[in-house]
């Protein structure tokens, strides 16, 4: 029997690739966008959910459930980005990137675990981010989200293996999607303390996502967690020296690490 799926955000970028890419293999895929009714000729199905709206995170489970009868995989993919300097970025901002890409993946996770528990099988895989390992400069309260997520991961994995339930972290570097449009930018101020050196670094971060990986080497790795009968409990996909950093922060001293980074990113 095809293991039946359920992708957030996945009208575009990696949901959209993991989503053709299980197509094919033969998954009964269900993507979801906030407004599926505006996007036509989707490669597989979309309903609307909204991570921000729990009345549409049930919703959309409720859908998938009564057509299919069970909910095998749920790929907690939908997520925002922010960037800017910490003390110069709208913390209402913050508050919405943080129910985007944690609440949100939590209100999703508690949406199906009933259905999994039910049927004492079940995987989910939280799509975090190799910037959730350390806290990138002006990316700060964005690694801070996806480092939340991870950890959250850790303990509800623990938590729900009893019932037959599997979970796991898939941690991508850049790859080329939209994620860059969109984002929620801090302005550059002029005059501002922070000026050039958030200038430079907003050109290094598209510029990284312009020259990113194709999105269905992530497909290919979450195909691949798929079908092992015990995923670890992270994976990073990406560029050999960005799943090399998280190793390198493991072994240096913090301050020969932070000097690294501030190299990096020219600060």
Same mark, same amino acid.
């Given at each position: 029997?095809?293991? =039946?799926? &359920?992708?957030?955000?996945?009208? #575009?970028? $990696?949901?959209? !690739? @993991? ?6 293999? *033969? ?19 979309? =309903?609307? &959910?909204?991570?921000?709206?729990? #009345?549409? $995170?049930?919703? !959309? @489970? ?6 299919? *009868? ?198």
């Amino acid at each position: 029997m095809s293991k =039946v799926v &359920l992708i957030t955000g996945g009208s #575009s970028g $990696i949901g959209k !690739a @993991v989503g053709e890419f299980l197509t094919k293999k *033969g998954f009964n895929v269900y993507g979801t966008s906030r407004d599926a009714s505006q996007i036509k000729n989707h490669p597989f199905p979309l =309903v609307s &959910l909204d991570v921000r709206k729990p #009345s549409t $995170i049930e919703s !959309a @489970v409720a859908t998938v459930i009564k057509n299919e *009868g069970r909910l095998d995989v749920l790929i907690n993919n939908a997520g925002m980005g922010i960037t800017g300097p910490i003390e110069e970025t709208d913390t209402e901002e913050m508050r919405r990137l943080f129910d985007t890409n944690f609440f949100g993946a939590i209100d999703v996770m508690k949406a199906v675990l009933p259905q999994m528990r039910s049927q004492q099988s079940g995987l989910i895989i939280n799509v975090t981010s190799i910037a959730g390992y350390m806290g990138l400069p002006f990316r700060g309260v964005y690694s801070a989200s996806k480092g939340a997520l991870e950890l959250v991961t850790e303990a509800l994995r623990m938590e729900v293996k009893q019932f037959g339930v599997q979970i796991t972290n898939v941690a991508p570097g850049d790859f080329a999607t939209n994620i860059a449009a969109g984002r929620y930018h801090a302005p550059v101020i002029k005059k501002s303390p922070y000026e050039a050196s958030y200038q430079l670094n907003l050109d290094l971060m598209n510029a990284h996502v312009d020259g990113g990986k194709d999105p269905e080497i992530m497909a290919k790795a979450i195909f691949s967690i798929i079908t092992k009968n015990t995923p670890r409990i992270h994976y990073k996909v990406g560029e050999f020296m960005q799943k090399f950093s998280i190793v390198l922060k493991r072994i240096l001293p913090d301050t020969w690490y932070e000097k690294l980074l501030m190299n990096h990113y020219k600060l």
